[in-house]
């Protein structure tokens, strides 16, 4: 059997999202038609990147989380940047709640409260400590080319 190559394979990803009657679901990762995704917060601006089906599961699991842990306290602080919950209000939009809900993707397991920053912030690095020593390294001024 022949490898598939990365570019071939992106080629073909992207000609089957750029039919405008289709879009690519970042969670399930298939292809589905526009129809299967909600807008995004109401507005009829772009659609969500999660079809219908993941953000109703999506919104089950939190909904579990949150009746299992409850909400933080009002004197709740985030414990990544130490924002409070006025400081942290909005940053996740104006419709937003100042906390979200941080699991680990692998187990599923609540870790606890973020804000809507922090939160983001991790799931950019993917949840991988490995590239969080190397963010901190690079912050830091250190070189992380290999000779």
């Not at 009657?21 to 526009?34: A, G, H, R, S």
Request: hydrophobic content about 30%; some cysteine.
């Amino acid at each position: 059997m022949k490898p598939i190559k990365q570019l071939s394979l992106f080629k073909e990803i992207v000609l089957d999202i750029k039919d405008d009657n289709n879009k690519l679901c970042t969670k399930c990762n298939i292809v589905k038609p526009l129809e299967s995704f909600p807008w995004r917060s109401g507005e009829k601006v772009f659609r969500r990147e999660h079809c219908r089906q993941c953000v109703r599961k999506l919104s089950r699991e939190r909904k579990i989380l949150k009746d299992k842990y409850g909400m933080p306290s009002d004197n709740y602080t985030c414990p990544l940047c130490l924002g409070n919950s006025k400081e942290v209000a909005k940053r996740g939009g104006n419709h937003a709640g100042s906390w979200v809900i941080d699991h680990s993707h692998s187990s599923g397991n609540f870790r606890g409260w973020l804000c809507h920053l922090c939160n983001r912030a991790l799931g950019c690095f993917k949840d991988d400590t490995d590239i969080l020593k190397r963010a901190i390294k690079y912050l830091e001024g250190g070189s992380n080319e290999t000779h």
